[in-house]
């Protein structure tokens, strides 16, 4: 029970399954709260840890944190590869990629995705080179430009961008 209890405590409020949107300052806000509640609330006094079975909880739960980022990595994948490959498409019929995302709905892409973080639509533009910069704002919630971070889905910095390339 105290292990669910946590783990609910946990993820409460950080994502909204129905609409395909995380919370990351949410989710760090409730990472803070449960390492404060087993480094000195109930969970930090060995004994009383041991007697209601909370150890296991505070051994686990802090590694399952990193489930909805895992989760948003993978939703981001999935909607710019789809968008992609709509966005290919709509070059291949055209000519060239299209001004706006909005022009694949309804015959390349039957309802555009939106971002998993802001719940806005996904970022697109064109390039000077005819080709295209898709992305999602990534998990420090703000719009870089299309700038990545260091990493592909950078948890600090940057962009989680899927570019174009016609190699």
């Known amino acids: 029970m105290n ?24 989710i760090q806000t409730r990472a803070h709260d449960l390492e404060r509640e087993i480094a000195g609330g109930r969970l930090g006094k060995t004994l009383n840890a041991l007697v209601h079975h909370q150890l296991l909880a505070a051994m686990l739960l802090p590694a399952l944190g990193n489930l909805p980022l895992k989760a948003a990595m993978g939703q981001t994948t999935t909607d710019q590869a789809a968008l992609a490959c709509a966005l ?44 295209f910069v898709l992305y999602s704002v990534g998990w420090n919630e703000k719009d870089d430009g299309g700038t990545p971070g260091k990493t592909l889905f950078d948890e600090k910095q940057g962009d989680w961008v899927w570019r174009y390339s016609a190699e």
């Open 88 to 131: 290919e498409r709509f070059r291949l019929a055209n000519g060239q990629f299209p001004e706006k995302l909005d022009a694949l709905a309804p015959r390349f892409f039957p309802q555009l995705p939106n971002d998993i973080i802001t719940g806005e639509s996904l970022k697109y533009h064109r390039t000077n080179d005819g080709l």
């Open 3 to 26: 292990y669910c209890r946590l783990y609910e405590n946990q993820l409460e409020g950080t994502f909204d399954a129905a609409k395909k949107r995380v919370f990351p300052g949410k």
